[in-house]
């Protein structure tokens, strides 16, 4: 998996984001996803969110996702 394949994703699963995905390992990736889909939610809402965006492609696909989340300001 790549970081185009996962904000490809994310951008499926939540439209309405802007999502950017950063990591060239292949394992390792740091996404920044605002999305006015978050307004209102916990930090723990947000990341459910984001990682069922993923679904089962993520389960082995990669070592570690860091993720940035946050409602547009």
Do not use: C, W
């Amino acid at each position: 998996m790549d970081a185009l394949q996962i904000k490809n994703m994310i951008e499926a699963g939540l439209p309405d984001a802007t999502v950017e995905v950063l990591g060239d390992d292949g394992q390792h990736f740091e996404a920044m996803i605002v999305s006015p889909s978050f307004a209102g939610k916990s930090l723990i809402q947000q990341h459910r969110m984001v990682y069922s965006t993923l679904g089962d492609s993520f389960e082995g696909a990669i070592h570690a996702l860091a993720l940035k989340t946050s409602a547009p300001r």
